[in-house]
């Protein structure tokens, strides 16, 4: 194992060597150096950036007094000018040097963590200008991952840093980046989540945002969609990874053009291939069908779909993972977009057992309101142009089912469950809201 010094004893040296010796400060920090290396110590943690303070009796680090500033910062309320030159001496201190890069981005991650306000155009061009340089090194380090994650927290809940940043070049940059990262598994999710935050739309602050304008960028310009299905494809092996690029790839999916331009590039293959190859992955199974649902938007990517062998796989998930409400509601979701409108399609999935899956889910999972929301639009869908398989529902006991999900949840499950009740043709308690009759219009 290599030896190692405290940062305090190599300080101690270097200004001994000043003090004792009459050395300049540069031949001090060399000496140091090459007095600790022989001695077989290992210096990566060491900052060696230094000068002597003005009464000559100290070590003074640039890059530490940053850091220091910025953690009072964080103590506090920051403002933009608590933070502007600890920034720009992390652009002239940090920069070539990753063992002292990786804590201060770190840093800059956790103080911008729900305190995005403080972010300037200085520090936004820092960010850029490091995610460009990190893009093609390929030595071993985290600071790619802590990149990734402060520009996430540069981006939540603040839609003008968003924009800010799209302006400044930011979502070419992180396809870039991501497309170097294709060996740092971790590197590679935070980096998703990186770009998925410019498609969100969760500043309560501003009216209206650009989320979708940004997917159509991403899309269009920097063709996103094809890098994320060919890094899905090689790394089928690590889950984590695949879950949260299959999460991107649906992000982007906002338009029936690009569901076509996903299928086109194999999007329905990659979908199949994770739900063969994690079956017991209740969490990746998720992301995989919500792509699914996605895609099927698109009337003739549903087609597309229902001969592939996605729905038998999509009832495979939802039967073993009963117990998993977010998988439940995926695939009820994924099978009313499926039967929607198509009674060839609603035959075939009841005859894969999806209407009996989609009964189990909601008695299962009685009190998940978005669960039994989905599950009455699943059944709606499966009998509304298909009277054949309202006996088959009966039979599974959907009526108290759906009762139930009226009983538990009222208003915010009220329209789909009528309608399905109306479909399956049970009786429906309809309350005539107005006949138009008690007050004359007034001429």
């Not at 770009?195 to 500043?203: G, P, Q, S, V, Y």
Request: with cysteine; charged share 25%; aromatic share 4%.
């Amino acid at each position: 194992m290599a030896k190692v010094v405290s940062q305090e004893t190599f300080d101690s040296v270097v200004l001994e060597n000043v003090v004792e010796f009459d050395m300049d400060i540069e031949d001090a920090i060399n000496d140091a150096i090459k007095e600790f290396e022989s001695q077989g110590v290992h210096l990566g943690t060491i900052v060696k950036n230094m000068h002597l303070s003005e009464d000559k009796k100290s070590i003074v680090h640039d890059i530490l007094v940053a850091l220091e500033k910025i953690k009072c910062a964080a103590d506090g309320s920051p403002t933009e000018s608590d933070i502007v030159e600890p920034l720009a001496t992390f652009s002239t201190e940090c920069k070539g040097d990753s063992a002292l890069l990786a804590p201060s981005v770190k840093a800059m991650g956790a103080l911008m963590e729900q305190n995005s306000d403080i972010l300037t155009a200085e520090g936004s061009q820092l960010l850029l200008d490091l995610l460009k340089d990190w893009t093609t090194r390929n030595e071993e380090s985290r600071v790619p991952e802590y990149l990734a994650r402060w520009s996430t927290e540069c981006c939540l809940k603040h839609e003008q840093n968003r924009q800010n940043m799209v302006t400044a070049g930011a979502l070419g940059i992180l396809v870039a980046f991501l497309q170097g990262q294709k060996s740092n598994s971790k590197a590679i999710r935070t980096t998703s989540r990186a770009i998925r935050a410019f498609t969100l739309d969760d500043d309560m602050r501003q009216e209206y945002g650009k989320a979708h304008e940004h997917a159509r960028l991403l899309v269009e310009e920097h063709g996103l969609i094809p890098v994320c299905l060919e890094m899905i494809k090689n790394c089928l092996n690590e889950s984590d990874t695949a879950s949260e690029l299959l999460s991107t790839v649906s992000k982007l999916c906002v338009r029936a053009e690009y569901c076509q331009e996903a299928v086109d590039h194999g999007a329905l293959v990659v979908i199949n291939d994770v739900l063969v190859s994690f079956p017991d992955h209740a969490a990746l199974n998720k992301q995989a069908i919500t792509f699914l649902k996605t895609l099927v938007g698109n009337d003739k990517v549903k087609a597309e779909a229902m001969k592939t062998g996605s729905p038998q796989l999509i009832i495979a998930a939802l039967a073993k993972h009963q117990s998993v409400p977010g998988v439940c509601e995926a695939a009820c979701g994924a099978i009313s977009f499926l039967a929607l409108r198509v009674p060839a399609h609603a035959k075939q999935l009841m005859q894969l057992g999806a209407g009996q899956a989609v009964v189990q889910a909601m008695k299962v999972h009685s009190k998940q309101k978005q669960l039994q929301k989905l599950g009455c639009m699943a059944i709606r869908n499966l009998v509304s142009r298909v009277p054949e398989n309202q006996q088959m529902f009966i039979e599974y006991n959907v009526e108290d089912v759906i009762h139930a999900a009226l009983e538990n949840h009222g208003e915010a499950v009220k329209d789909v469950a009528q309608a399905a009740l109306r479909d399956l043709d049970l009786k429906v308690n309809l309350v005539e809201q107005w006949r138009g009759t008690g007050h004359e219009i007034s001429r």
